[in-house]
């Protein structure tokens, strides 16, 4: 069974900068494309960020293009999302997402909240 743990949310002031990580329990993270989505009060999940199996692809939700950047550590089964100049409308729980080779995002973590104060 696969699972993913997200750590790294908290309150933040606008302009203040997290750094979430996610770590998966799974000999084939290294073959998995990875992805942050992130949920909001009253709305749909939506992708956030995406990285290819060797971060050699990246892509972003025009809404966070620039302020934030995903990576990844193969050798320590890690994916990070760094989320600089946040604004109050990233507020939201932030879930990393696993798609194993030839499949969607298919495993999902808990969660986690992260509060961008004005």
């Known amino acids: 069974q696969v699972q993913l743990t997200e750590s790294g949310g908290g309150l933040v002031q606008a302009g203040g900068s997290l750094r979430l990580s996610c770590v998966a329990s799974?000999?084939?993270?290294?073959?998995?494309?990875m992805a942050w989505y992130r949920q909001a009060p009253g709305k749909q999940r939506v992708i956030v960020a995406s990285?290819?199996?060797?971060?050699?692809?990246?892509d972003y939700a025009d809404a966070v293009k620039v302020r934030f950047h995903i990576s990844r550590d193969n050798a320590k089964n890690t994916v990070y999302l760094q989320m600089n100049n946040l604004k109050p409308e990233d507020t939201a729980v932030y879930f990393c997402?696993?798609?194993?080779?030839?499949?969607?995002?298919?495993?999902w973590g808990q969660g986690t909240q992260v509060t961008v104060s004005s």
């Open positions: 997402a696993m798609a194993p080779p030839n499949n969607a995002f298919t495993y």
């Open positions: 799974t000999s084939q993270f290294h073959l998995s494309n």
């Open positions: 990285i290819s199996r060797t971060g050699a692809i990246t």
